[in-house]
T-cell receptor, first 116, second 114 residues
Framework: EAGVAQSPRYKIIEKRQSVAFWCNPI?????LYWYQQILGQGPKLLIQ????????DSQLPKDRFSAERLKGVDSTLKIQPAKLEDSAVYLC??????????????FGQGTRLTVV | AQSVTQLDSQVPVFEEAPVELRCNYS??????LFWYVQYPNQGLQLLLK??????LVKGINGFEAEFNKSQTSFHLRKPSVHISDTAEYFC????????????FGTGTRLKVLA
């Protein structure tokens, strides 16, 4: 079974530029998550999708961050314009949310963003 | 709402010694509990999980954890660590009902010394 795919693995941009990250979840997983992991901290949930609908985006800085999940499969997270404090690893995860007895989230390798 | 506390940010331990990484949680509803491991430049990998039943759960790589409902704890243990266990360990919870939402602690960096 293929895992969660993310690209790119690394990205360096200047502040005020825009950037986009892509995620392909495990096939059949209805729930998709984007987490932000700042160095030395635990992952913080930015946005959660159930199929192509948003379940929770309460911690997403909506003035600069946006995300979409078209057709309930792939997802894109965008930052525009980026700030220095956005430097972090952006993790995508997916879950079947209890179906077939699965309860855990499966994570991709992440995209490490450096804003200079 | 749920929260997870990992009081130890770093735990140094000598190779072949036992280790315990502490995790406490707070929740007004029933939760499932997880431990994930993160190696450098990698995503998170599931070590073990507690759903129900026996409070002692065993995971991969010789790790185990014990759920204590009265103390709202889920501490991770390994009787003998290896150099390869050096990594960041995260405790997480999710409510048992509704769409799962995983809340993570701040992590504990385990450093195994030769």
């Amino acid at each position: 079974e293929a895992g969660v795919a993310q690209s790119p693995r690394y990205k360096i941009i200047e502040k005020r530029q825009s950037v986009a990250f892509w995620c392909n979840p495990i096939s059949g997983h209805a729930t998709l998550y984007w987490y932000q992991q700042i160095l030395g901290q635990g992952p913080k949930l930015l946005i959660q999708f159930q199929n192509n609908g948003v379940v929770d985006d309460s911690q997403l800085p909506k003035d600069r961050f946006s995300a979409e999940r078209l057709k309930g499969v792939d997802s894109t997270l965008k930052i525009q314009p980026a700030k220095l404090e956005d430097s972090a690893v952006y993790l995508c995860a997916s879950s079947s949310s209890g179906r077939e007895g699965n309860t855990e989230a499966f994570f991709g390798q992440g995209t490490r963003l450096t804003v200079v | 709402a749920q929260s997870v506390t990992q009081l130890d940010s770093q735990v140094p331990v000598f190779e072949e010694a036992p280790v315990e990484l502490r995790c406490n949680y707070s929740s007004s509803v029933s939760v499932y509990l997880f431990w994930y491991v993160q190696y450098p430049n990698q995503g998170l990998q599931l070590l073990l999980k507690y759903l129900s039943g026996s409070t002692l759960v065993k995971g991969i790589n010789g790790f185990e954890a014990e759920f204590n409902k009265s103390q709202t704890s889920f501490h991770l243990r390994k009787p003998s660590v290896h150099i390869s266990d050096t990594a960041e360990y995260f405790c997480a919870v999710t409510p048992t009902s509704g769409t799962y939402k995983y809340i993570f602690g701040t992590g504990t960096r385990l450093k195994v010394l030769a």
